[in-house]
T-cell receptor, first 113, second 113 residues
Framework: DSGVTQTPKHLITATGQRVTLRCSPRSGDLSVYWYQQSLDQGLQFLIQYYNGEERAKGNILERFSAQQFPDLHSELNLSSLELGDSALYFC????????????FGQGTRLTVV | GEDVEQSLFLSVREGDSSVINCTYTDSSSTYLYWYKQEPGAGLQLLTYIFSNMDMKQDQRLTVLLNKKDKHLSLRIADTQTGDSAIYFCAERVYGGSQGNLIFGKGTKLSVKP
């Protein structure tokens, strides 16, 4: 158990809908990262937050957004969902913004039908 | 841009050594990582090596880094069926304020009894 908790584990929704994925980092970790894992693109970095502030952006679509709350948990919001958004979404956390060790949650499997 | 490449498949017999190879392009990488993903599970951090090191050993795992050739390898000694998984190589690039990782597409290791 990495100590990073993601909910829900599975999510099935229809095209055009909006979903929210939640991540609780390891105790003491200030930095949260979101990654998308799909068959064709592999593991892609989406966005990073550090202590409530956005720190870095990767290949995140405009339809997606995230935030990190004062209690350090983070949410990834995906809207106007398309079939191609079906993927495994991982959250990772580390102590610092450039933390050497990043620990991953179990992921949320999103299926868009 | 940054790119990390791995061969997609490796098959070994139980008890043999496995060697998973990875090449990366960014010479300013600071840390290089190996993650393990078992079916239906998250990413487990196996080990990592700082870019000024040549080798790191941790029980059955040996990481070799050839910085000149930008080549990283993971050797698993006495491979067991429980080692069957997908192994991801990842790099973190020096200088950014962010700590996100660039992942390879993963090597699927199959261990035959």
């Amino acid at each position: 158990d990495s100590g990073v908790t993601q909910t829900p584990k599975h999510l099935i929704t229809a095209t055009g809908q909006r979903v929210t994925l939640r991540c609780s980092p390891r105790s003491g970790d200030l930095s949260v990262y979101w990654y998308q894992q799909s068959l064709d693109q592999g593991l892609q970095f989406l966005i990073q937050y550090y202590n409530g502030e956005e720190r870095a952006k990767g290949n995140i679509l405009e339809r997606f957004s995230a935030q990190q709350f004062p209690d350090l948990h983070s949410e990834l919001n995906l809207s106007s969902l398309e079939l191609g958004d079906s993927a495994l979404y991982f959250c990772a956390s580390s102590v610092e913004s450039t933390g050497t060790e990043a620990f991953f949650g179990q992921g949320t499997r999103l299926t868009v039908v | 841009g940054e790119d990390v490449e791995q061969s997609l498949f490796l098959s070994v017999r139980e008890g043999d050594s496995s060697v998973i190879n990875c090449t990366y392009t960014d010479s300013s990488s600071t840390y290089l990582y190996w993650y393990k993903q078992e079916p239906g599970a998250g990413l487990q951090l196996l080990t990592y090596i700082f870019s000024n090191m040549d080798m790191k050993q941790d029980q059955r795992l040996t990481v070799l880094l050839n910085k000149k050739d930008k080549h990283l390898s993971l050797r698993i000694a006495d491979t067991q069926t429980g080692d069957s998984a997908i192994y991801f190589c990842a790099e973190r690039v020096y200088g950014g304020s962010q700590g996100n990782l660039i992942f390879g597409k993963g090597t699927k290791l199959s261990v035959k009894p």
